[in-house]
């Protein structure tokens, strides 16, 4: 999931909201230079990229969808298990969508310097543009298809994947639905485990 599923998954700690989000933005397996929260988050965010990358219904909806977007299949599922989440949110979450996302926003986190400054520049400009309050919407899933699109450095038809959501809407629902129910409770024990 991109970057809404990540904050889900967060077990509404908006600490480890943002040390999800850093997991993006770090490479290598030695963490030992970070604090436990930060930590966590970098491991929590590549276990999420890990189990969905793994989960049956993603891999069958990968099937499916390679045929008409090759190289980026996972990237879109990303995208719009990201919509779907966001369109479905009361479903799922008892806060309303748009003060979930103000809290993020408004948060300071106690971390902030173990960040890198491209770090805090990206959240600077998630803050200013506020990204994922248009995710609930087809022009919200245009938008990041096209920005995820220019930040891929060979050649992809990820912009054809909101035309391509549309034709198999039904069945990308479906998939993310089935996806939804393994998730949560599998977060929601890993969660338990984290200590910082």
Not at 41 to 47: E, F, K, P, Q, T
Not at 65 to 76: H, N
Not at 112 to 136: A, D, L, V
Request: proline share 4%; hydrophobic share 40%.
């Amino acid at each position: 999931m991109n970057f809404l599923g990540h904050l889900f998954f967060s077990d509404n700690n908006l600490e480890l909201m943002y040390a999800n989000l850093f997991g993006d933005f770090v490479k290598g397996k030695d963490l030992s230079a970070f604090s436990p929260v930060v930590h966590s988050g970098i491991v929590l965010h590549r276990s999420i990229d890990f189990y969905i990358d793994q989960h049956t219904e993603v891999r069958k909806l990968m099937h499916i969808l390679y045929p008409v977007l090759p190289k980026v299949t996972g990237i879109a599922i990303d995208l719009y298990f990201d919509h779907c989440l966001a369109k479905n949110w009361t479903v799922y979450h008892s806060k309303s969508y748009e003060d979930f996302l103000d809290e993020f926003y408004a948060y300071q986190p106690e971390k902030w310097q173990e960040y890198t400054s491209e770090f805090q520049q990206f959240i600077g400009k998630m803050r200013k543009n506020r990204w994922m309050n248009h995710y609930p919407t087809f022009y919200g899933l245009q938008k990041a298809c096209e920005g995820v699109a220019q930040r891929i450095s060979f050649d992809t038809n990820l912009q054809e994947a909101p035309a391509i959501f549309l034709e198999n809407k039904a069945l990308i629902q479906l998939h993310f639905q089935e996806y939804m129910e393994h998730a949560i409770p599998y977060f929601q024990q890993k969660n338990s485990t984290l200590h910082f």
